[in-house]
């Protein structure tokens, strides 16, 4: 055996668990994960028009309810089957006290008045948190989107980045320096539009069904992609009563949600708080106390959602 031969087998034998190990240590975890990923999707398409920052994982664009980008979903596919012998499964338990917060918030999405939306028009959210550079460059920002109603107009994101960096020339996430930055966010098949979310399911066993047909090979769990996916479509979710209540009554029927008595958004704004495990550890839901209207996360904060005319204006609902 030759050196390198030899080096490269010490290097993967480092990465696997010794014989006995009930579970991969987290270091190791997260090595090998990451480097399948960067095996896998170093080929993956790229849209010029839009970055993402490392450090954050981005709620837009929504994905559709299938499995798109071969590449992706084949590296998501492969972590997943390394990371299920490695991990051992855990039975999530359920809260009454959450399933009651649950359907309470239900009821109230559900007495909300339905926004008219027409296709010429733009769905409007605006929220706040940061982005994670490295361990001392964390960036607060504000970002703003303009996505077309029949998704067949480019859009916007106005990113405005309150603490960070000047601008620097030939920084690859100049970007993301302190400033306003406008960034075109063209048509996109394998993005949900306003009109197809509008034709999702009310009923939330259907819906649910729905979502963890369209989640799978995602996350460590179906629970807990499942979870993701339905955080993700709160924000437009809110100007579609009932959807938003077949949300929050399909969220009820995953275990694993727990109430948290005191939660912040991450601005800041005191509520009432649904924790579950999601990929990348725990999320939290933040909600008003007293109106139980969505405030965001403990990550990011959800300010504004309405419709504009035009992709740049602010919301006119």
Same mark, same amino acid.
Do not use: C
């Given at each position: 055996?030759?050196?390198?031969?030899?080096?490269?087998?010490?290097?993967?034998?480092?990465?696997?668990?010794?014989?006995?190990?009930?579970?991969?240590?987290?270091?190791?975890?997260?090595?090998?994960?990451?480097?399948?990923?960067?095996?896998?999707?170093?080929?993956?398409? &790229?849209?010029?028009?839009? #970055?993402?920052?490392? =450090? @954050? +994982? *981005?709620?837009?664009? /929504?994905?559709?309810?299938? !499995?798109?980008?071969?590449?992706?979903?084949?590296?998501?596919?492969?972590?997943?089957?390394?990371?299920?012998?490695?991990?051992?499964?855990?039975?999530?338990?359920?809260?009454?006290?959450?399933?009651?917060?649950?359907?309470?918030?239900?009821?109230?999405?559900?007495?909300?008045?339905?926004?008219?939306?027409?296709?010429?028009?733009?769905?409007?959210?605006?929220?706040?948190?940061?982005?994670?550079?490295?361990?001392?460059?964390?960036?607060?920002? &504000?970002?703003?989107?303009? #996505?077309?109603?029949? =998704? @067949? +107009? *480019?859009?916007?994101? /106005?990113?405005?980045?309150? !603490?960070?960096?000047?601008?620097?020339?030939?920084?690859?996430?100049?970007?993301?320096?302190?400033?306003?930055?406008?960034?075109?966010?063209?048509?996109?098949?394998?993005?949900?539009?306003?009109?197809?979310?509008?034709?999702?399911?009310?009923?939330?066993?259907?819906?649910?069904?729905?979502?963890?047909?369209?989640?799978?090979?995602?996350?460590?769990?179906?629970?807990?992609?499942?979870?993701?996916?339905?955080?993700?479509?709160?924000?437009?979710?809110?100007?579609?009563?009932?959807?938003?209540?077949?949300?929050? +009554? *399909?969220?009820?029927?995953?275990?694993?949600?727990? !109430?948290?008595?005191?939660?912040?958004?991450?601005?800041?704004?005191?509520?009432?708080?649904?924790?579950?495990?999601?990929?990348?550890?725990?999320?939290?839901?933040?909600?008003?106390?007293?109106?139980?209207?969505?405030?965001?996360?403990?990550?990011?904060?959800?300010?504004?959602?309405?419709?504009?005319?035009?992709?740049?204006?602010?919301?006119?609902?």
């Amino acid at each position: 055996m030759n050196p390198e031969e030899r080096e490269e087998r010490q290097e993967l034998a480092w990465l696997l668990p010794s014989p006995g190990e009930p579970v991969l240590p987290t270091h190791r975890h997260d090595l090998l994960k990451d480097r399948l990923m960067r095996e896998l999707t170093e080929q993956a398409p &790229r849209l010029p028009e839009t #970055t993402t920052a490392p =450090g @954050r +994982r *981005a709620r837009a664009p /929504r994905r559709r309810f299938a !499995v798109i980008a071969v590449p992706l979903a084949t590296a998501a596919a492969i972590v997943a089957a390394v990371l299920a012998g490695a991990v051992g499964s855990r039975t999530a338990t359920t809260d009454p006290d959450a399933v009651d917060l649950l359907r309470r918030i239900a009821e109230v999405a559900a007495a909300q008045k339905a926004v008219p939306v027409r296709d010429d028009q733009y769905v409007y959210v605006r929220t706040q948190g940061a982005m994670k550079f490295s361990d001392t460059d964390i960036r607060v920002l &504000r970002e703003a989107s303009w #996505t077309a109603v029949d =998704g @067949r +107009r *480019a859009g916007l994101r /106005r990113v405005t980045v309150l !603490v960070g960096p000047p601008f620097r020339a030939r920084d690859p996430f100049s970007s993301y320096s302190k400033g306003t930055h406008d960034m075109k966010l063209s048509p996109d098949p394998n993005v949900t539009t306003f009109r197809e979310l509008q034709a999702l399911p009310t009923d939330p066993d259907a819906l649910l069904e729905k979502i963890y047909a369209g989640t799978g090979g995602e996350g460590q769990t179906r629970q807990s992609a499942a979870l993701e996916k339905i955080g993700d479509l709160l924000p437009d979710a809110t100007l579609l009563p009932e959807l938003d209540a077949a949300l929050y +009554r *399909a969220a009820a029927k995953i275990p694993g949600v727990s !109430v948290v008595a005191d939660a912040k958004d991450y601005t800041g704004r005191s509520g009432i708080g649904l924790s579950f495990r999601e990929r990348d550890g725990r999320t939290v839901w933040v909600f008003d106390r007293k109106s139980l209207g969505f405030l965001g996360s403990a990550d990011e904060a959800l300010l504004e959602v309405g419709v504009t005319d035009k992709a740049g204006e602010t919301s006119t609902t």
